[in-house]
């Protein structure tokens, strides 16, 4: 077991691939020590199961991974929440240039005042309260970021949506928990789809200094026993699936 002073941990959201799923929202992760709450991504849908988790006033901030709508698209509906509910409080949002120019399309002033807005990039990184993040860029058709969170010394992270070229070892510092997405059964491995199979999370966490394996962004309909399989042929380690209200601590 890490030693892990903070209380690191990370729950569950949202973790349906591509599009919601009956029983689950879109990519959204509550990241959680002690004293700070972050939420990763904000899928289509996860509000609802986010404050089952969190009021919103108690949120500190929000980090989105890139602009697809599967990853952020509930922002306009937080951005409601956080104008009219919360009285224009300032809650901290981090993203990609190309999330910033959607939002500002789908509501103008949303990073105009309701949302503290910065843009990130794979050289960013961020101190939130007793958090540390560090990105790297994914293997994906837009800017995408995959993001680490440490504090205390133990460690989370996201792999966002990537293709095969991208691998958890580019952060160059060991991680702990890591969620990571397996899009894709293996017989779709060579339709040059931008996403990895569980095989190939598999083989690219073992390549890495990873200490237990979370499979999300599974798209509704598929097999999710299939990417188990599939990731615990490659990966020694311990592997788990990603469920709405799953917490997982280092
Ligand atoms: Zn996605
Ligand atoms: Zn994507």
Do not use: K
């Given at each position: 077991m890490t030693n892990n002073p903070n209380g690191l941990k990370l729950t569950v959201i949202g973790c349906s691939g591509t599009y919601s799923s009956p029983d689950s929202a879109c990519s959204a992760y509550l990241v959680q020590t002690d004293s700070t709450s972050v939420l990763l991504d904000a899928g289509p849908g996860s509000s609802i199961e986010l404050q089952r988790?969190?009021?919103?006033?108690?949120?500190?901030?929000?980090?989105?991974?890139?602009?697809?709508?599967?990853?952020?698209?509930?922002?306009?509906?937080?951005?409601?929440?956080?104008?009219?509910?919360?009285?224009?409080?300032?809650?901290?949002?981090?993203?990609?240039?190309?999330t910033r120019t959607l939002l500002d399309s789908a509501c103008e002033s949303a990073t105009n005042g309701t949302f503290d807005w910065t843009t990130i990039d794979a050289a960013s990184t961020l101190v939130i309260g007793d958090m540390s993040f560090s990105f790297t860029l994914t293997d994906h058709p837009v800017e995408t970021l995959a993001i680490r969170v440490e504090s205390g010394g133990a460690s989370v992270a996201y792999s966002a949506d990537t293709g095969p070229g991208w691998t958890p070892a580019s952060f160059g510092m060991p991680i702990d928990v890591l969620v990571y997405e397996t899009t894709l059964p293996i017989s779709y491995e060579d339709r040059e789809i931008p996403h990895v199979s569980g095989r190939e999370a598999g083989i690219r966490a073992e390549g890495a200094d990873v200490g237990k394996l979370v499979l999300t962004h599974i798209p509704p309909g598929h097999d999710a026993s299939e990417r188990m399989v599939a990731s615990s042929a490659e990966f020694s380690g311990p592997i788990e699936l990603a469920e709405p209200g799953r917490t997982f601590m280092p």
């Open positions: 988790h969190i009021e919103l006033e108690n949120l500190d901030a929000i980090v989105v991974s890139h602009e697809h709508p599967d990853h952020w698209t509930e922002l306009p509906s937080l951005y409601h929440a956080y104008r009219w509910g919360l009285e224009d409080s300032q809650i901290p949002v981090y993203g990609t240039a190309g």
